[in-house]
């Protein structure tokens, strides 16, 4: 039976994070996942150049823990992600997350995957799905997630973290194959079977996450919870059950109908959190939430797209280089984004990838009826 533990953490204290996780790797009888000499790979959250503080990204003192455990066994940790934000430069992503502090800290290494090359694993609809070829050039992966909401999923966990194993740009061309959330959903639950065991165990940075319109321009939330788990899917079923989600987020009820959620027990270390205290979902989910014969029905009456709030945006241009259908035109340094919505798919990429939080929702008229 897989084990799903839980402690109380308020803040980032890397002593108390580091005994609070070797009490969890304990208490989980994962002590003897970790061997000598292997090579481990961190895959922390590193969605973009973001500092520590704006919640977007795992902190680097719950990285630097688990890297600590990890050299306390005698093995060597190696930090690595695909970031959204590699458009701009993996090193700066590295740099403004703080994973360079930790990797000059304790010398250990860092890596682009981006750098990387692909292994191809064909997908039941006959698609090619790449992954990183570190997953076959380490001796395993232990995978450290940050508890945020995700416009286009709902919630982004521990399974949802795997998507940054797979390398650059192809990232954004999943989105063009796969555009709705249930098709995403289905992508994720692959990539989840394909390296799940890869896995050593998932740590979620839930100490202070976000909620609101994630996974990048939502509000920091204090959660104040730090997690452990031998299975991702049940971390983040129990995760979704503490948010009080009125329905399970599509990577979840793909998880749920392919069996890919088993049985666990919950333990709790000290103080046990009920629910998360004022959880807001994305503004945008109150549609993919209502009755579906409704939006059917309705069309095009209620749907929700990207727009520029002029006054924020820096012209930096990383939202046209995200956008997988180039539905997105402007002058780098000179104008804001300008949207084709004949060719947008709401995969919300620009949304997520904007650095000021400038692109916001536009509902249609209709839409705004609907919370
Ligand atoms: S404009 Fe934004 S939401 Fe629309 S397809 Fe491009 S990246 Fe996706
Ligand atoms: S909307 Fe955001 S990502 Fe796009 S150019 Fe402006 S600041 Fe950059």
Redesign the pocket.
């Known amino acids: 039976m897989a084990t799903v533990i839980f402690k109380r953490e308020t803040d980032y204290d890397v002593g108390k994070i580091y005994d609070s996780l070797v009490e969890m790797i304990e208490i989980g009888g994962l002590s003897d996942k970790i061997k000598y000499g292997e090579r481990i790979l961190l895959k922390p959250n590193l969605l973009a150049a973001r500092t520590p503080d704006s919640a977007v990204t795992t902190h680097p003192a719950v990285v630097e823990a688990v890297a600590k455990i990890v050299l306390d066994y005698s093995a060597i940790p190696i930090i690595g992600d695909s970031p959204g934000g590699a458009i701009r430069g993996t090193q700066r992503v590295l740099k403004n997350t703080g994973m360079l502090k930790i990797s000059e800290k304790l010398g250990i290494e860092t890596i682009s995957l981006e750098a990387k090359s692909a292994i191809q694993i064909k997908l039941p609809d006959g698609k090619i799905l790449h992954i990183s070829k570190i997953i076959n050039e380490v001796d395993g992966i232990i995978n450290i997630a940050k508890l945020k909401t995700h416009s286009l999923v709902l919630m982004t966990l521990t399974v949802k973290n795997l998507y940054g194993l797979i390398p650059g740009f192809r990232k954004?061309e999943y989105?063009k194959i796969y555009p709705t959330p249930p098709k995403f959903a289905r992508l994720v639950a692959e990539l989840y079977s394909a390296v799940k065991d890869n896995l050593k165990f998932s740590v979620l940075d839930g100490i202070v996450g976000m909620d609101g319109n994630g996974p990048s321009s939502g509000q920091a939330h204090k959660f104040g919870l730090l997690a452990l788990s031998d299975n991702p899917p049940a971390l983040d079923f129990e995760i979704e059950n503490i948010a009080g989600l009125k329905s399970h987020s599509p990577i979840m009820k793909e998880l749920i109908k392919r069996n890919l959620v088993p049985q666990y027990e919950v333990k709790w270390l000290g103080e046990k959190i009920e629910n998360f205290k004022n959880f807001k979902i994305p503004s945008n989910w109150y549609l993919y939430l209502a009755p579906a014969f409704l939006t059917k029905f309705l069309g095009k009456l209620v749907q929700v797209?990207?727009d520029v709030v002029d006054s924020k945006c820096i012209h930096c241009g990383d939202?046209m280089h995200?956008?997988?259908?180039d539905?997105?035109t402007m002058i780098i340094e000179k104008t804001s984004p300008k949207?084709d919505y004949s060719?947008?798919?709401?995969?919300?990429?620009?949304?997520e990838i904007c650095p000021t939080k400038a692109?916001i929702f536009k509902k249609s008229i209709l839409a705004k009826f609907i919370k």
Do not use: E, N, T
């Open positions: 954004a989105h797209a990207p939202c995200s956008c997988p259908v539905a997105i949207f060719k947008c798919i709401r995969c919300l990429c620009c949304h692109i």
